[in-house]
T-cell receptor, first 111, second 114 residues
């Protein structure tokens, strides 16, 4: 079974721009979660989607948003990028209330 | 808010030594517990998980962890480490059945010297 895939793997953006990251979950997984990983803050939960509905959101500003499509694929968007948004963005998928499996991440650099 | 504490940020061991990495969490209700590993250049992989039942759970590559509810702990153990176990290890807790997301510890960087 193919794992979680994320595109693009690397991205360089300028302050003030916006970015969209994509995640394809493991086949059959309907729950998709997003996390931000930085050296200072570690791994932090962004939001979780199930059946196209956001069930919960972490403590991030409204510039961070996401959505899930009917095929369970998910996207996250960050608007008005700041230098502090530079991070590894991880997507994880799972069956309902089961363990999460992570993708390789998208490395975002904001200059 | 839930918090997870990993006691050691850096651990250096020799091959064949025994390993125990500490993990404590703050939430007093029902929790699901996980250990993830991130090998150099690779993505996060699930090492083992605890949902319910036997508090001693076994994972991949000879790792095991014990859930002690009274101590809010979920320590990771391996009787004899190998050089290939060099990696970053993360303890994580889920208190909302997935919808609340995982709360991760800061990680332990384990280096195994040959």
């Amino acid at each position: 079974k193919a794992g979680v895939t994320q595109t693009p793997r690397y991205l360089i953006k300028t302050r003030g721009q916006q970015v969209t990251l994509s995640c394809s979950p493991i086949s059959g997984h309907r729950s998709v979660s997003w996390y931000q990983q930085t050296p200072g803050q570690g791994l932090q939960f962004l939001f979780e989607y199930f059946s196209e509905t956001q069930r919960n959101k972490g403590n991030f500003p409204g510039r961070f948003s996401g959505r899930q499509f009917s095929n369970s694929r998910s996207e996250m968007n960050v608007s008005t990028l700041e230098l502090g948004d530079s991070a590894l963005y991880l997507c994880a998928s799972s069956l309902v209330d089961q363990a999460q499996y992570f993708g390789p991440g998208t490395r975002l650099t904001v200059t | 808010a839930q918090s997870v504490s990993q006691h050691n940020h850096h651990v250096i061991l020799s091959e064949a030594a025994s390993l125990e990495l500490g993990c404590n969490y703050s939430y007093g209700g029902t929790v699901n517990l996980f250990w993830y590993v991130q090998y150099p250049g690779q993505h996060l992989q699930l090492l083992l998980k605890y949902f319910s039942g036997d508090p001693l759970v076994k994972g991949i590559k000879g790792f095991e962890a014990e859930f002690i509810k009274s101590k809010f702990s979920f320590n990771l153990r391996k009787p004899s480490v190998q050089w290939s176990d060099t990696a970053e290890y993360f303890c994580a807790v889920d208190s909302g059945g997935g919808a609340d997301g995982l709360t991760f510890g800061k990680g332990t960087h384990l280096i195994i010297q040959p």
